[in-house]
């Protein structure tokens, strides 16, 4: 891992991904956190029967819970998800409305009180593989 001089002058990429097979099914969440083209931590963690917005919403707060715990709030972060819904529900375009989400979308707006310049931006699913594979390596480990 890189010091934190380093990390304090660079921009941290994140990459996060959820998902579940079925919808409820077997869930995952996985993140990868870049500095300097560095993989500088991964999050791979099995949910437990949940839907795939559940999944994609904790894949994000604990990727940022753990950008936190690296002391990068401070930098530059830009966030890549392939969860349309979740972008623009962050990005205030459109409403959280289903009541198993209200409270993790609320934690991670308490989160991002901590961040200074952070951006949301959706992705395409060919372009988060790294982070999908994260998820999956969750699941597997868990029911296989």
Not at 20 to 41: D, F, M
Not at 55 to 79: G, M, P
Not at 100 to 109: A, G, L, M, T
């Amino acid at each position: 891992m890189e010091n934190n001089t380093t990390l304090n002058n660079s921009t941290i990429i994140i990459y996060t991904d959820g998902g579940s097979r079925g919808n409820p099914g077997h869930a995952g969440a996985g993140g990868v956190i870049y500095s300097n083209e560095k993989i500088i931590a991964e999050i791979s963690k099995y949910l437990g029967i949940q839907t795939n917005n559940y999944a994609e919403y904790t894949a994000l707060l604990l990727t940022l819970e753990r950008a936190k715990e690296l002391n990068i709030n401070k930098n530059t972060i830009q966030v890549f998800m392939d969860s349309k819904l979740v972008v623009c529900q962050l990005n205030g375009t459109w409403k959280v409305k289903h009541p198993n989400i209200i409270p993790i979308y609320n934690k991670i707006k308490d989160l991002l009180v901590d961040f200074e310049d952070i951006t949301f931006t959706h992705v395409y699913r060919n372009n988060n593989k790294y982070a999908d594979s994260l998820v999956n390596k969750a699941i597997d480990g868990f029911i296989l």
